[in-house]
């Protein structure tokens, strides 16, 4: 598999998020939002689903 089918690529950065949003209560930004749609496509794309991640 390649570096851009690993799991990890597609879930860089997400803990941050997730741990910004549950301190703080504020929703994702649309800017977040549209990253990890463009993300899990790619991840969809590659051949990995939500739960292989």
Known sequence: MS???EPAVFLEGLDRILTE???TG?????DELESRRE???QAAEAGLGLRGM
Not at 26 to 30: D, S
């Open 26 to 30: 504020r929703r994702l930004t649309r």
């Open 3 to 5: 570096a851009a089918g």
């Open 21 to 23: 949003v549950a301190d």
């Open 39 to 41: 993300l899990g496509e």
